[in-house]
């Protein structure tokens, strides 16, 4: 129960409480309050229990933390994933921003590279949407429960499968498209590639990877009560 002394000095000052109010509200002095709220003693669980009651919470919130209706908020493995997440999404926006950019402005890199360049822009693009969407379902559950039963998450599960496959094809064959081109067609070849976004490029490459990075986070999310 480390957490309880800043737990309930948190709370106390939320509902607009001083020490001394508190302490009369739950029937002991204001410096227990004070030793409670210092780390100094702790309340015993019957205390706690009345505690929350005074305060308009419960003993778990005490103890735990943040919570909106029994979920612990602020969860350390939702706040690393988040930054995890993040992290590698802006890495990968750097490459496909600055990289992969430079090298087709050189027309001579971008020739001999074509191939591969457009295998990466036909991943990495998706795949750092892919992350963000997870990143930002990560940063939602840590304020909300978004943990399902099993039968919804077999559901998303295989929606997002299918919505990060359709991606994986259309660059598979895109790579593959370009590997049958003649040479004498490098014009065509040139403007081919990362700065040629329609509508269904932004579909396949940002839409869906991003679904589908959110609903395979989601979709591990288990119910447990």
Known sequence: MSDVSKNLKRIRIERNLTQDELAEKVCVTRQTISNWETGKSQPDIETLVTLGEVLGTDANELIYGNKTNGYIRFQKKYVAMTIVCMVIAAIAVVLDCTIFPAIKN???LYFYYSWWLMFATMVIRPFAVFTFGC???SAIS???DLSLYKKERLIILLI???????PLYLGIMEVLLLLRVNISNYVWLINVGMSDIGIEKLIFLHIFPFLSGAGLFIATRKKTV
């Open 160 to 166: 997002s499968i299918l919505l990060l496959l359709i």
């Open 106 to 108: 050189d027309f001579n």
């Open 135 to 137: 990143g930002v379902v």
């Open 142 to 144: 840590m304020f909300a």
